[in-house]
């Protein structure tokens, strides 16, 4: 039977031949998807209109109109009928008796359906709408279904009219009801029994988006929002068949039926799709709100500055620098006018680590210029691509919508190709609230707040991405996850030794918090069975941290402060067998001919001499295939300093680095002893520097400023307090406190200070100075900067030249702590 005839029998045989018709429709398989809820409209269409045009004449200025859903033609198996009857006031007695003409016989179907019915002259109409947001909502999708079409389309025009008229109150106002039922209802792409039409990402939010583009105010993103749209209703469609009733909860139990109608391959298949598609929904939102809100607030401003302008043309909106070809403008991050993404192969990291460290939104045109033109990164990568990972990983909070954004464009699949087996994957536990991915991306986040317990953060936020990577493949995540974490760390570009370590990391990331709950940790076997499987302290550091953040960011069943008390205490049994291998200090390292010349050239002349000069760092033949080029690959400039003994070398020389807008990668002081014959002793610094934009001073002007800076002439404090005050930097996040130790027992010689804080301009300027206003002559020092992280060592003495005692050592520590939190 035709669709045609399909209708002719629901006309011809009032309730009853509808019902049947109905049923046929839904029943059948030649129609599923976007045309059979089309033809189920058509057919109610039809059958509503004979109910309409009943009787001996239909009385004059009145129309049916379908509003909702159903006024979009997207009725659902067991879809509400929204209707309005709507009519001139003219003649109310003819009204209620068509009305009753109408209703009574939808509530004597049988068939369950609700029935969302209103009587209203147009005035009326308008009138609710502009008092009840979800009526304006429904009437923007309002379609002629009998009567006068003239009513009708003046209605609809009006209504039109007032929307967009109205815009700029009444879209603030449909953001807030987004964003309420968010918090009731949760996140469609995360639930394991996702409501389908109120949850972020659902229906509800798709239709928002069809009400803010018909403001005329702003658009959503189009490319995959409509497919998005059709599978869940195709969804929600096989929901109502399987179950016979009008539900939007994809419940468990429910979602192997739902599958098997679909045609999918299990519920996890099923579950999967619906992520895909509310993720898209969401991050069309997130995108659309955020242009409405940028277009409001220019409105609002916009009338002042032409006041202030004189009635002038419009500024030109201010672009902040914030990396090498990444900007901020209008409260997002955009590309330079001078960036290349074709040429530039790290530009998508290194803009997504700016946003995230300044907290701000890449930009959705930003964003598809790099997908669409970007270079894939070699392998191995650059260095700096690995350090704006690590820099992006360790953002706290801005990370995920900035993750998110890169990942809706498909470029973080470009990057990591073993991402897209976790993406949108659910986890069938109880204990977990996030799919795979999100997990993933949650443990970073987690484990960026505890980056001041590790010396390798970047290690701890590269396993924290790859602990599960494992669980797109069959069998024990963990191994699997090991050999892909191999793969993975290896293209990103880390040395041999490190590759090892994040493969150790990602088999064993359980291995803590299972032994200490489910083991004996009074069994010695035990511990040392642990002890094995990690292999170093400097592993196990980063496995206790990492375990941490793994079971935060699992859920609130994952941790207690019981369990982190049993972790701790394994963590602590393990320390104590690796104490005992504890490794000698290395020897000095002999000075090479550069250095020894530029010693006695300072102390020749009684000051600063330096060079710069480009440093690379070799590839290990071991960490990549022999089928890539091992090329060295540029690390930035190599910055050689010597300057005779003196107090204040170390604040003056980062002072002027700071003030140069220099980045210090890594730094090292150490004491050169002269020549035989050769009184006296210099200071050598070897310093690894990278400008955070343009290009690097002159050698002759750092020299100059050192030189001032060190005979008290120039004062770099007050530099840099300007600058700061001239240009804030922006901060999206709040970073970890810093953390201050004491390494006990790392130096028979010296005492060990351990400073781990976010990396700032003037830090170590800030470190030094206290160090010397403590005191304490600076021995040597060890400094390097991991993504936005700071791991510094100073070894430092009293004025005898011996370690300090240990209440000093302490209060020390302390005193440098306060400093850096204050």
């Known amino acids: 039977m035709t669709s045609t005839d399909t209708r002719t029998e629901a006309e011809d045989s009032g309730p009853s031949g509808y019902a049947a018709a109905r049923l046929r429709l839904l029943q059948g398989e030649a ?6 809820r089309a033809a189920l409209a058509e057919l109610t269409d039809d059958w509503l209109t004979g109910l309409f045009e009943a009787g ?6 009145v129309s049916l109109v379908a509003v909702g859903g159903y006024g979009r033609g997207e009725l659902s198996p067991r879809s509400d009928l929204d209707l309005l009857l709507l009519h001139d006031g003219s003649d109310s007695g003819a009204v209620a008796a068509l009305a009753d003409r109408i209703w009574y016989p939808v509530w004597d179907l049988g068939l369950g359906l609700d029935l969302d019915h209103s009587v209203r002259t147009p005035a009326e109409a308008r009138k609710t709408a502009g008092e009840d947001l979800k009526v304006q909502l429904g009437l923007l999708d309002a379609r002629h279904i009998a009567g006068d079409l003239g009513l009708t389309a003046g209605l609809r025009t009006a209504v039109l009219a007032d929307w967009r008229n109205q815009a700029p109150k009444r879209l603030p106002e449909l953001q807030e009801l987004c964003s309420e039922r968010a918090e009731r209802q949760g996140e469609l792409q995360y639930l394991l029994e996702p409501d389908l039409k109120e949850a972020r990402g659902g229906l509800r ?6 009400a803010v583009a018909a403001s005329w105010l702003a658009d959503a993103p189009r490319e995959g929002l409509t497919d998005a749209r059709r599978r869940l209703l195709d969804v929600r469609d096989a929901l109502h068949l399987t179950t016979g009733r009008a539900t939007d909860r994809l419940a468990l139990q429910e979602q192997d039926q739902v599958a098997a109608e679909l045609g999918l391959l299990d519920a996890d298949t099923l579950l999967r799709q619906v992520y895909e598609a509310a993720r898209v929904v969401s991050y069309a939102s997130d995108v659309t709100w955020r242009e409405v809100g940028r277009v409001l607030r220019s409105r609002a401003v916009r009338p002042r500055l032409r006041a202030m302008l004189g009635g002038g043309a ?3 909106a201010e672009r902040s620098p914030l990396a090498e070809g990444v900007v901020e403008q209008d409260g997002e991050v955009v590309l330079a006018r001078a960036a290349r993404p074709e040429r530039d192969p790290v530009l998508p990291l290194r803009a997504a680590a700016a946003a995230a460290q300044s907290g701000l939104p890449l930009s959705l045109h930003a964003v598809r210029r790099m997908a669409a033109a970007a270079r894939p990164l ?3 990568w650059p260095a700096e691509a690995r350090e704006q990972l690590v820099t992006l990983l360790g953002s706290g909070r801005p990370t995920i919508e900035v993750w998110e954004a890169l990942e809706a464009e498909g470029l973080i699949t470009r990057l990591l190709p073993d991402w897209e087996r976790v993406r949108c994957r659910p986890q069938r536990n109880a204990v977990h609230i996030w799919t795979v991915d999100r997990h993933l991306i949650e443990t970073a986040v987690r484990a960026s707040e505890l980056a001041r317990r590790v010396g390798r953060p970047d290690l701890l936020l590269v396993a924290a991405l790859l602990h599960d990577i494992g669980k797109g493949w069959p069998g024990d995540h963990s191994v699997a996850g090991e050999i892909i974490a191999r793969d993975v760390a290896a293209r990103i570009g880390f040395d041999r030794a490190d590759v090892a370590v994040l493969a150790t990391l990602v088999r064993h990331h359980l291995l803590l918090i299972d032994t200490a709950t489910r083991r004996d940790l009074e069994d010695p076997a035990t511990v040392r069975a642990v002890a094995e499987a990690v292999g170093s302290q400097g592993t196990l550091e980063l496995l206790h941290a990492l375990t941490e953040a793994d079971a935060l960011a699992t859920g609130p069943a994952a941790w207690s402060s019981w369990r982190g008390s049993l972790v701790t205490d394994l963590v602590k049994r393990v320390s104590a067998v690796f104490s005992g291998d504890a490794p000698e200090e290395p020897e000095t390292v002999a000075p090479t001919a550069e250095e020894e010349r530029l010693a006695i050239e300072s102390f020749r002349t009684g000051g600063p001499v330096l060079s710069l000069r480009a440093q690379t760092e070799p590839v290990d033949p071991e960490a990549v295939p022999a089928s890539v080029p091992q090329d060295p690959e540029p690390l930035g400039v190599e910055l050689l300093i010597a300057v005779p003994d003196q107090p204040g070398v170390l604040p003056a020389v980062a002072g002027v680095l700071a003030m140069h807008r220099l980045t210090v990668r890594t730094a090292g002081l150490r004491a050169l002893d002269l020549p035989d014959g050769v009184e006296g002793s210099v200071l050598l610094l070897d310093w690894r520097v990278a400008a955070e934009y343009g290009s690097l001073p002159q050698a002759a002007r750092l020299r100059a400023d050192l030189v001032r800076a060190l005979d008290g002439s120039l004062d770099i404090a007050g530099r840099l307090a300007e600058r700061d005050a001239a240009y804030p ?6 970073a970890p406190p810093p953390r201050v130790t004491v390494a006990p027992a790392a130096s028979r010689h010296a005492t060990v200070i351990e400073v ?3 990396d700032a301009p003037g830090l170590l300027h800030r470190i030094g100075r206290a160090l010397e206003k403590a005191n304490v002559r600076v021995r040597s020092m060890h400094v390097s900067t991991l993504g936005a992280n700071a791991v510094d060592a100073f070894y430092v003495t009293g004025a005898k030249g011996s370690p ?10 302390r005193g440098l702590e306060e400093m850096l939190r204050g």
Not at 729 to 734: A, F, K, L, V
Request: charged share 30%.
């Open 378 to 380: 070699p392998t191995p």
């Open 314 to 316: 419009k500024p030109a």
């Open 31 to 36: 129609q599923s998807g976007p045309p059979r």
């Open 56 to 61: 001996s004449e239909a009385p004059r200025g």
């Open 205 to 210: 939010d798709a239709t928002a988006l069809r």
């Open 756 to 758: 781990r804080a976010h």
């Open 729 to 734: 930097r922006r901060r999206g996040t709040i």
């Open 804 to 813: 300090l005692p240990g209440e000093e050592a302490a209060s020390l520590a």
